[in-house]
């Protein structure tokens, strides 16, 4: 009986030492995929249970953080992503490939043109774009540029393959910057202010 | 060969999130320093990124309150806490004859507590997990309490202070050190017994502050006749002791030790 405790408790501290710490990152992450607090709540509550449950099957010195996020991860996917799957609405074919540049007044006397535009993106403008952007594109340019996955941690995490990774990655970065330069005309960037 | 600006190209976004290979990254660089167009487009290109990762960190770091996080915590601390103790409990019932009386107090705790989920759950977690933290810490680096620790002076003014006199040794654990803390704003003397790998934590406070809610006791076995207070829920079993005007708590994460006969044990009041 107390060899059965002390095994329960050493799994209880592993837990708590070795996934827990890594609720900050997972809720950053629940709050942009669900965006809202509550939900986001929720899910990351589910996903600590479900790992829980499941503790045995991680393997202790493998990367828990991605193990983590691949366990909420796919409870997002199943339970959370908005029902109706919308098409993408726009036609990505129609965005330049890294947009922004494009948009630049590149050339110009200015060194950095980039920096003017950058000041007219606000925090609130960067998170209202994340937001806009269709769950499957969201999902991996979070786990990338937020949470700093590699290729192949995100390609495990969803499920995905790499090169599926990789093609949503670089047209999350489009959408994400053609729908940012529209928030900077917005607050009055002009192109040619050089 | 040298790479040309297609195949600089093809590249960017490898370089953009970090997934280049270090042959590709300095034959990337290295066309760079030759080429002022590519130059150009890629600090450009990386200066986007690096702007957008900053921002998309900065852009929710608002809603990332710390009291939020915390609550969060311990809410899935507790969820954690009704796994563990349904663990506990199918795993008491494959257990034989002799454990029946054990079985059916365990049922009892079990059902209190289920009863409690509805009626403050929470509450009654952060009321025993700092001490069975206070306990799990000191088990975990017993140095902190024995350093440095002189046991019969302690020893005196445990007793002058609380009128209480400690055995140093019982039953195998003895006493080898202690520290005053803070434990849900009481001062709590820590006392601690180590045996071998295992530890025994004795809390003394005092029981005018330190006040168990009629909730929390509902969910414990009281012993008739004394104030005793057993609770045994998660991997740590907390023995609640009231004597005249100190509550002494006893931790032990080795549950077969009889706890509330170590206590009296110690007690000469
Ligand atoms: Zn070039």
């Avoid at chain 2, 029946?100 to 059902?111: D, P, Q």
């Avoid at chain 2, 509805?118 to 069975?132: A, D, R, V």
Wanted: glycine letters at 4%; a negative charge; one cysteine or more.
């Amino acid at each position: 009986m107390a060899e059965q405790n002390a095994v329960a408790l050493k799994k209880r501290k592993e837990f708590e030492v070795q996934a827990l710490p890594h609720m900050d990152a997972l809720y950053r992450t629940a709050l942009r995929m669900t965006k809202n607090e509550k939900d986001a709540e929720d899910l990351v509550q589910e996903a600590f249970v479900k790992a829980y449950r499941f503790w045995d099957k991680f393997d202790t010195g493998t990367n828990c953080r991605a193990w983590l996020f691949k366990i909420m991860t796919n409870i997002f996917i199943n339970d959370y992503r908005s029902k109706s799957r919308s098409p993408m609405a726009v036609n990505m074919d129609d965005i330049d490939d890294n947009f922004l540049y494009g948009q630049l007044a590149v050339g110009s006397k200015e060194s950095n043109p980039e920096k003017d535009l950058f000041n007219k993106i606000f925090d609130d403008d960067v998170k209202k774009a994340i937001e806009t952007l269709p769950d499957d594109f969201r999902l991996v340019v979070v786990l990338s540029f937020l949470e700093g996955f590699s290729y192949q941690e995100i390609a495990d995490i969803t499920d995905l393959q790499l090169g599926t990774v990789k093609s949503r990655l670089h047209r999350g970065r489009k959408l994400l910057q053609k729908e940012l330069f529209e928030y900077a005309i917005k607050n009055g960037y002009v192109k040619d202010n050089a | 060969m040298m790479m040309d600006c297609q195949q600089a190209f093809a590249l960017l976004q490898d370089i953009l999130d970090k997934e280049a290979s270090q042959i590709d990254e300095k034959e990337v660089r290295a066309h760079l320093k030759k080429c002022g167009h590519c130059f150009e487009r890629f600090r450009v290109e990386e200066s986007i990124q690096e702007f957008l990762n900053e921002k998309i960190k900065t852009s929710f770091a608002v809603e990332e309150k710390s009291d939020k996080l915390e609550s969060m915590r311990l809410d899935i601390m507790g969820h954690l806490d009704e796994i563990d103790a349904e663990c506990q409990e199918s795993k008491k019932t494959t257990f034989g004859s002799p454990f029946k009386i054990f079985l059916s107090a365990a049922a009892l705790v079990l059902l209190a507590s289920i009863w409690s989920l509805s009626t403050g759950f929470f509450s009654h977690q952060e009321y025993y997990i700092p001490l069975e933290q206070a306990h799990w810490a000191a088990a975990e680096n017993s140095s902190v309490y024995t350093q440095g620790f002189d046991k019969a002076e302690y020893l005196g003014i445990i007793e002058q202070n609380f009128n209480y006199n400690i055995n140093s040794s019982f039953d195998g654990y003895s006493f080898v050190g202690a520290k005053k803390e803070q434990i849900m704003g009481n001062d709590v003397e820590h006392l601690i017994f180590p045996k071998d790998d295992d530890c025994i934590s004795i809390f003394i406070t005092s029981a005018d502050t330190f006040v168990i809610p009629d909730n929390i006791k509902a969910t414990m076995i009281k012993n008739s006749n004394q104030e005793i207070y057993d609770h045994n829920c998660r991997g740590c079993r907390l023995i609640f002791h009231k004597v005249g005007s100190l509550m002494i708590i006893t931790a032990s994460t080795n549950k077969e030790i009889e706890l509330a006969d170590f206590i009296p044990g110690h007690l000469t009041i």
